[in-house]
């Protein structure tokens, strides 16, 4: 199972980025997907999940109404396309997934798969 995370780079305040995953080695479609972050200092944190049908999404509240996440079954990959950065947004983030139907869970332990993290630096 391999997932590659891409789209990262360095930004200004107010800008957008857009984040790509895309997953080989598994069936992409029955998994939950999610990205995760984690800033210099600090732990990882949640923030978004999506389902497998992508029919249900969640967002951690620092960045609702901001950040978009999505999927592309027939491509195997997820997105997360993410408006309005900030300063605080600046971390490196994770795209990682979790088999079988359920809920979107925002604890990073329930995840089994993770990418190897793109790094988002937004300037002020």
């Known amino acids: 199972v391999q997932l590659q995370a891409s789209g990262g780079g360095l930004v200004q305040a107010g800008g957008s980025l857009r984040l790509s995953c895309a997953a080989s080695?598994?069936?992409?479609?029955?998994?939950?997907a999610a990205w995760f972050r984690q800033a210099p200092g600090k732990e990882r944190e949640f923030v978004a999940g999506?389902?497998?049908?992508?029919?249900?999404?969640y967002y951690a509240d620092s960045v609702k109404g901001r950040f978009t996440i999505s999927r592309d079954n027939a491509k195997n990959t997820v997105y997360l396309q993410m408006n309005s950065l900030k300063p605080e947004d600046t971390a490196v983030y994770y795209c990682?997934?979790?088999?079988?139907?359920?809920?979107?869970?925002?604890?990073?332990?329930?995840?089994?798969?993770w990418g190897q993290g793109t790094q988002v630096t937004v300037s002020s």
């Open positions: 999506i389902s497998w049908s992508g029919a249900s999404t």
């Open positions: 080695g598994l069936t992409f479609s029955t998994y939950t």
């Open positions: 990682a997934l979790r088999g079988g139907a359920g809920d979107i869970y925002t604890r990073e332990g329930r995840y089994s798969y």
